[in-house]
């Protein structure tokens, strides 16, 4: 089961830490995904890791704003997200995978925690 908490609202140019909490599982053998999905728009990548193989995928908007780390001690992954904007707005999602091979697609991701909302006022 996957848990995600840290969504509200702020102002462009703000910031917001989301996290994901997992039970029964460890992140570092698995695949983790933040996926968001804008009002009215299908759900896309935002930023995704594979622990052990160290391989990245993140949209290019959150380039240089977003970064990504666990504590696995809470068993908890994080995102950081710098210099938000309004097209940043959307409920954000945590994933994780034991078998993904390419992170950016939504179907290869196992468990999907309920999601978060993330509201950026201009």
């Known amino acids: 089961q996957l848990v995600e908490s840290g969504g509200g609202q702020v102002q462009a140019g703000g910031s917001l830490e989301l996290s994901c909490r997992a039970s029964?599982?460890?992140?570092?053998?698995?695949?983790l995904g933040w996926f968001r999905q804008p009002p009215g728009k299908e759900r896309e990548l935002a930023f995704a890791?594979?622990?052990?193989?160290?391989?990245?995928w993140y949209d290019d908007s959150v380039k240089g704003r977003f970064t990504i780390s666990r504590d696995d001690a809470k068993n908890t992954v994080y995102l950081q997200m710098n210099y938000l904007s309004p097209e940043d707005t959307a409920v954000y999602y945590c994933?994780?995978?034991?078998?993904?091979?390419?992170?950016?697609?939504?179907?290869?991701?196992?468990?999907w925690g309920q999601g978060t909302q993330v509201t950026v006022s201009s």
């Open positions: 890791v594979i622990w052990s193989g160290g391989s990245l």
């Open positions: 994933a994780a995978g034991g078998a993904v091979i390419d992170g950016r697609h939504p179907g290869e991701y196992d468990y």
């Open positions: 029964g599982r460890t992140f570092s053998v698995y695949a």
